[in-house]
């Protein structure tokens, strides 16, 4: 009898361990949906890093459309505000964009992939590229700051030959939103620090979420 109920408590507590892993897993899968499948306040409740990834899209057109004439003040002026408002609408209220912006699109996602990570029983795939992940997200938040930053010193310009080097440097970040850039020079663009993009981020996202076993 005695050896039947320690039998019964050993799988008692081996059943409430399971259903605390389970839980646990569950947690870090629900940050994963935040980043890739679902969030409460992007635009048409999509993910955080495809809200992201949308934004930069519309950026990159307006920063191409900035540079394009870089004798037209009006017109290098009109494009960068396009582009300040879909990289970070907090900063100008009306555009092109979404109105959720590139940078806060890509801190929710390294915010939230990070506590996948940092969550009790994280996979080893979780904790793998959810640096990938935030730390291209990241790169990307840096650059939506030097874009402001540049953004305003654009609208303060007083000629087009002032503006056209802003601009041009401009047009340079908003493309490396998605792709990023090949930083140190070895051929290819991966997911270190500098380097990695929105693409690379998403990339990285979808290899957790396979490994995971996720749709």
Sequence with gaps: MRR???????????LILGAHLDAEQGAGHNHIGHVMDAWNDTPDGVGLLPAAVEEAGIAAQHASLAAKDPSNLD?????????????DPTQIENG???????????EGAAKHIQAAANTA???DA???HATHVATSA????ARADEIVALAKK?????????????????????????PGTDANG??????????????VATTHANLMKKAEGLP
């Design 4 to 14: 039947i109920a320690s039998l019964s408590a050993i799988a008692t507590i081996a």
């Design 75 to 87: 017109g290098m002026k009109r494009h960068t505000a396009h582009v300040l408002h879909a990289v």
């Design 96 to 106: 092109p964009g979404k109105g959720y912006g590139v940078k806060q699109g890509a």
């Design 121 to 123: 029983g994280a996979s």
């Design 126 to 128: 979780i904790k793998t």
């Design 138 to 141: 990241r790169n990307t938040v």
């Design 154 to 178: 654009i609208a303060m310009a007083n000629s087009a030959s002032a503006a056209s080097g802003l601009v041009a440097e401009l047009n340079t970040l908003a493309q490396q939103l998605l």
């Design 186 to 199: 070895d051929g290819r663009t991966g997911w270190q620090e500098g380097e990695g993009g929105l693409a």
